[in-house]
């Protein structure tokens, strides 16, 4: 089992930033591919971004790419999303994940953290 807690949400103006953290206990991250998928109220959960267990191949949703960056250190056993530029858009409760394999779909993922809130003012 790996019991995943994320961290770092909060209320931000648009254009600025947050990080992300999610820990892992149980097991070794460095066993899994991780990622971040959010959703917002009213919609179905949506894929953000997602990195392999190394760390050297990353994958962006097209609404994040170029403000939203992955990263994962292993030996922290720990994942982030730094989050730029933000937009009202982006609000939402964000969740991290880890599965044996490194994909877009939610069905990739066997564990999944509570998730923290972002939320974008305008």
């Known amino acids: 089992q790996v019991q995943l807690v994320e961290s770092g949400g909060g209320l931000v103006q648009a254009g600025g930033s947050l990080r992300l953290s999610c820990e892992a206990s149980g097991r070794t991250l460095s066993n899994y591919a991780m990622g971040w998928f959010r959703q917002a109220p009213g919609k179905e959960r949506e894929f953000v971004a997602t990195?392999?267990?190394?760390?050297?191949?990353?994958y962006y949703a097209d609404s994040v790419k170029g403000r939203f960056t992955i990263s994962r250190d292993n030996a922290k056993n720990t994942v982030y999303l730094q989050m730029n530029s933000l937009k009202p858009e982006d609000t939402a409760v964000y969740y991290c994940?880890?599965?044996?394999?490194?994909?877009?779909?939610?069905?990739?993922?066997?564990?999944w953290g509570q998730g923290t809130q972002v939320t974008v003012s305008s």
């Open positions: 994940a880890a599965g044996p394999r490194y994909g877009i779909s939610p069905h990739a993922y066997a564990y």
């Open positions: 990195i392999n267990w190394s760390g050297g191949d990353t």
